[in-house]
């Protein structure tokens, strides 16, 4: 069965600072993708980033970067220049099968960021 | 700009009595997700439709949730009678592998659920 594993409960960061949020995830399947979404307070999920298992470069969408490492099947989020709207909860997610819609999602339980002034 | 919709987005009931939750995907997204969030953790997928076909409900308590979308676009989720163990959010996404290769699922703003 697959699993996603966030270690981080919480994290803190300073405005203008990067940082890193984990995610390992374990799966049987050679065609995966993995996805972060952003939650604000206000409840609603918006993704973030997308990293097939077959993409040979690490995704990245404007602040955000997905530290991808198949082999230790971990996929980071990295966030640079931090912003006080960043303050949300993260949460990775994989999806078995290649855009099939078949394919079982999965969630971890996230990680709170919390961005300092 | 295209968005998932959820009606209600609060609900507040007793537990025993019968709740229902809409969900508009966006248009010409044919797969339609329902996940039940419990504060504190990841959503839960609940069930899964591909147009109006049921193709994943392994999560889905039958005895009290059903859940339908007979014309393949907007979805009702039903829980009867509700338990106080079924306050959560509830959150609709949908996708569409035609239009997007990443079949990137999106959320709509979800409903939060009390039960007392």
């Known amino acids: 069965a697959q699993k996603i594993t966030q270690t981080q409960p919480g994290m803190f960061v300073q405005e203008k600072e990067a940082v890193t949020l984990d995610c390992t995830y374990d799966?049987?399947?050679?065609?995966?993708?993995l996805f972060w979404y952003k939650q604000p307070s206000s409840g609603e999920m918006i993704f973030l980033i997308y990293?097939?298992?077959?993409?040979?470069q690490n995704a990245t969408e404007g602040r955000y970067s997905l530290n991808f490492q198949k082999a230790r099947k971990s996929a980071n989020l990295v966030i640079s220049a931090s912003q006080l709207g960043d303050s949300a909860m993260y949460f990775c997610?994989?999806?078995?099968?290649?855009?099939?819609?078949?394919?079982?999602?999965?969630f971890g339980d996230g990680t709170t960021l919390t961005v300092k002034p | 700009e295209a968005e998932v919709a959820q009606s209600p987005r609060y609900k507040i009931t007793e537990k025993s009595q019968a709740v229902a939750f809409w969900c508009d995907p966006i248009?010409?997204?044919?797969?339609l997700y329902w996940y039940r969030q419990i504060l504190g953790q990841g959503p839960e997928l609940l069930v899964q439709?591909?147009?109006?076909?049921?193709?994943?409900d392994s999560q889905l308590p039958k005895d009290r949730f059903s859940a339908e979308r007979l014309k393949g676009v907007d979805s009702t989720l039903k829980i009867q009678p509700a338990e106080l163990g079924d306050s959560a959010m509830y959150l609709c996404?949908?996708?569409?592998?035609?239009?997007?290769?990443?079949?990137?699922?999106?959320f709509g703003a979800g409903t939060r659920l009390s039960v007392l």
């Open positions: 996404a949908s996708s569409s592998p035609k239009w997007d290769s990443k079949n990137i699922q999106y």
């Open positions: 248009s010409g997204h044919a797969t």
């Open positions: 990293q097939g298992s077959y993409d040979e």
């Open positions: 439709f591909q147009d109006e076909s049921v193709v994943d």
């Open positions: 799966t049987s399947d050679q065609s995966y993708g």
């Open positions: 997610a994989m999806r078995e099968g290649w855009n099939t819609n078949a394919g079982k999602s999965t």
